[in-house]
């Protein structure tokens, strides 16, 4: 059967597996565009349908710069995915402290040089999507409410930075983006934000807070790697418990 709506989760470093997903199977999708970064896992979080990605690979094998965007985003429409919760770790500019969850409400593409459209106007058909809002507010909200439930602190807002990598950034480009107005500061949020508006795909992003971006606070003279690993851990942790609220939210129970 197919159910009339299926929660997707995109996991990125430190989530590259969803121990709260009960997997029933797993699908090597391929796409016009290429392959996905691994093989999608279907199964039940909290009774409702449900379907996991991997962004780097299940390995954390795929850079950022390398993640076939496009190929992730089209194998979850096309498996049926109505909501997309995409999970990141991130850098904190301003407002926010290592550990904190945080659901950004804007962001700023910095990236370049990535396959960022599904409308290479080709075929005479090119096509300008709405992107005033990146996240879609219903699927904000209903994270929100899920947190509140969970009794899981959820900052509401934040405006993400979208950097190439992998190198972390200089204590001036932090600066400047601090200037323009972004908040937080991660590798992998866009082209994926627009690609899945593209597809008409609700999107929002929880993001976990793993360090001080550089030349802020403990990332003053430099980011440590030894302390951003036991953050990814302990926030990936509540990040799977806000996820088992997030479900019911989203889709109907499945079907026994
Ligand atoms: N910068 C860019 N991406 C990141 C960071 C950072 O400081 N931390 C986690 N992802």
Redesign the pocket.
């Known amino acids: 059967h197919k159910a009339s709506s299926m929660l997707a989760i995109i996991g990125g ?1 430190g989530l590259t597996n969803l121990s709260t997903l009960a997997v029933a199977h797993r699908e090597v999708v391929r796409t016009p565009y290429g392959d996905p970064s691994s093989a999608l896992l279907f199964g039940e979080i909290a009774g409702r349908e449900a379907v996991f990605l991997a962004r780097h690979g299940h390995g954390h094998t795929v850079a ?1 710069h390398r993640v076939n965007y496009r190929a992730n985003l089209w194998a979850l429409k096309e498996k049926g995915a109505t909501a997309i919760v995409a999970v ?5 500019i301003r407002d926010c402290l290592p550990g904190d969850l945080v659901l950004p409400h804007q962001l700023i593409d910095y990236t370049s040089g990535r396959d960022q459209t599904f409308f290479e106007g080709g075929e005479g058909n090119v096509v300008h999507v709405d992107f005033t809002h990146p996240y879609a507010d219903d699927l904000r909200e209903r994270c929100l409410a899920a947190a509140r439930a969970a009794g899981i602190p959820l900052r509401d807002g934040g405006v993400y930075g979208a ?1 190439n ?1 992998p190198r ?2 200089t204590a001036a480009e ?1 600066d400047r983006m601090d200037r323009d107005g972004a908040t937080l ?4 949020g866009m082209p994926e934000a627009s690609l899945a508006r593209e597809l008409g795909v609700p999107y929002a992003s929880i993001c976990v ?6 030349g802020r606070g403990s ?1 003053a003279s430099e ?1 440590s790697m030894e302390g ?1 690993s036991q953050v990814l851990e302990s926030g990936m942790d509540r990040v799977r418990r806000l996820l088992d609220h997030i479900a019911p939210l989203l889709a109907p129970e499945a079907a026994p």
């Open positions: 470093s950022p990141a770790s991130v850098g904190g950097v990598g972390l950034e932090i500061v991660g590798m992998t807070v793993v360090n001080h971006a550089a990332s980011i951003i």
